[in-house]
């Protein structure tokens, strides 16, 4: 069984700054990409970074240059570095991994509980 569990959110004012963490535990034998995804009320869930194993990212236009992605391979964690934060930022936010857990031969999709993240203008 994996478990992924997120922290860093919280109430911040426009052109404030946050970090996102989320540590996987568990039956994990390999993980390949990570990755931040947000939800705001009313909307579909959205990518907003990505990182492989090898340590490419991937951002959406709307975050470029704002967040930073990185993972601490070590400690199965991977972080959102948020600065210059928009009110419209404000989402639920979500980590999702891409995994092998032991004694299996595929790999899953495994998704945090989510962090509330609020911008206020």
């Known amino acids: 069984q994996v478990q992924l569990v997120e922290s860093g959110g919280g109430l911040v004012q426009a052109g404030g700054s946050l970090r996102l963490s989320c540590a996987a535990s568990g039956s994990i034998f390999s993980i390949n990409d990570m990755g931040w995804y947000r939800q705001a009320p009313g909307k579909q869930r959205d990518m907003v970074a990505t990182i492989t194993s090898l340590g490419y990212t991937n951002y959406a236009d709307s975050v470029k240059g704002r967040f930073t992605i990185s993972r601490d391979n070590a400690q199965k964690t991977v972080y959102l570095q948020m600065i210059s934060l928009k009110p419209e930022d404000t989402a639920v936010y979500y980590c999702?991994?891409?995994?092998?857990?032991?004694?299996?031969?595929?790999?899953?999709?495994?998704w945090g509980q989510g962090t509330q993240v609020t911008v206020s203008s």
């Open positions: 999702k991994i891409n995994a092998r857990p032991y004694l299996r031969i595929s790999d899953y999709d495994y």
